[in-house]
């Protein structure tokens, strides 16, 4: 569990884990320098439960690393990130555990989600859209259901620690959740539980530049962030490589990559007005910045996305408009 300043939903988040009916697992807490209550929360319930381990970063070191160190802190054949809102069913690791043990080629197991807003209510579809589960496809249907999703909660799912071991793990970039789940599709297949064991929280208001802003580290002088921000762009090249460094054959990375482009940069409407509004500004700002790589990357991801949007502009998105005048 990397938090910070969580005082609001840790004890309800707390709670929920310590009372899940499989009774064998460590939970390791990563506090990145609260300044609220948090600290005194949790050490509290480490001194009452000798299955959590408290630790305390110095300063801010932003989201990103936060996540990293819990998993260099764990051990176990399993593992799972908990966000400090989010609740979790008392049968959630014990089903996830037991479909993990039936298909020893699965990477990992996920629930069905229930969205709760602040109070725990329960959110309606109409009101916060699913995201598309990875669970029960083949590879390039998994690769589909990423590409073209608006939420990606299969992020908190049980993950098979080997595995997520040979991944780049949470790089520094926005959007590293996406890029971390993308490469665990590409590595085997991704089971769900068809029941609501899993309450992900959202918080009303909150945009993805403020999240953005969480990522990186804090100024130990100022208390002022990086330069992290949303970058649809960067994000888009960053899961073409993960594609191209999955252990498959280049044929099949060559398919994947196009078919994600087009669902992810084109299909997704979320994704495409993001990329829309951003236009060629990365590239220069990469290129600025010393990342060539990077900016001839974006340049690349533009040379395609473009006409495949004419393309659909032109021919499909007509044709989805007629139909449903019909």
Same mark, same amino acid.
């Given at each position: 569990?990397? *938090?910070?300043?969580?005082?609001?939903?840790?004890?309800?988040?707390?709670?929920?884990?310590?009372?899940?009916?499989?009774?064998?697992?460590?939970?390791?807490?990563?506090?990145?320098a609260s300044t609220d209550a948090t600290e005194s929360i949790c050490r509290d319930y480490a001194a009452r439960d000798a299955r959590i381990r408290y630790h305390r970063a110095e300063s801010n070191m932003g989201a990103v690393w936060n996540f990293r160190r819990v998993f260099e802190l764990a051990g176990g054949e399993y593992f799972m990130w908990a966000a400090f809102d989010d609740l979790r069913a008392p049968e959630y690791l014990t089903r996830c555990v037991a479909e993990l043990e039936s298909h020893p080629a699965a990477v990992m197991c996920c629930t069905d989600v229930r969205v709760i807003d602040e109070a725990g209510r329960e959110v309606g579809e109409s009101d916060f859209p699913r995201g598309i589960r990875m669970g029960g496809h083949d590879l390039g249907g998994r690769v589909r259901a990423i590409s073209r999703s608006l939420y990606w909660y299969d992020f908190y799912g049980l993950m098979r620690r080997r595995v997520l071991a040979a991944t780049r793990l949470p790089q520094p970039s926005w959007g590293f959740d996406v890029i971390l789940m993308l490469e665990m599709s590409l590595r085997g297949e991704v089971l769900l539980v068809p029941e609501k064991l899993f309450s992900y929280r959202i918080i009303k208001g909150k945009t993805g530049e403020q999240a953005a802003a969480t990522l990186a580290p804090a100024s130990s002088s100022t208390g002022?962030? %990086?330069?992290?921000?949303?970058?649809?762009? @960067?994000?888009? /090249?960053?899961?073409?490589?993960?594609?191209? !460094?999955?252990?498959?054959?280049?044929?099949?990375?060559?398919? !994947?990559? *196009?078919?994600?482009? /087009?669902?992810?940069?084109?299909?997704?409407? *979320?994704? @495409?007005?993001? *990329?829309? @509004?951003? =236009? !060629?500004?990365?590239?220069?700002?990469?290129? @600025? %910045?010393?990342?060539? %790589?990077?900016?001839? =990357?974006?340049?690349?991801?533009?040379?395609?996305? /473009?006409?495949l949007e004419a393309i659909y502009s032109a021919l499909v998105r007509p044709l989805r408009y007629r139909h449903a005048k019909t």
């Open positions: 569990m990397p *938090l910070y300043n969580a005082e609001r939903y840790v004890r309800e988040a707390l709670d929920a884990l310590l009372a899940q009916d499989y009774r064998n697992f460590e939970l390791i807490i990563s506090d990145n002022a962030r %990086g330069p992290m921000s949303v970058n649809w762009g @960067r994000l888009t /090249v960053e899961l073409c490589r993960s594609i191209w !460094l999955a252990p498959l054959r280049w044929l099949e990375k060559l398919s !994947l990559t *196009l078919q994600f482009l /087009v669902d992810f940069c084109v299909r997704n409407p *979320l994704v @495409r007005m993001g *990329l829309y @509004r951003e =236009g !060629l500004s990365g590239v220069g700002a990469a290129w @600025r %910045g010393g990342q060539y %790589g990077l900016s001839l =990357g974006l340049l690349a991801v533009a040379a395609v996305v /473009v006409p």
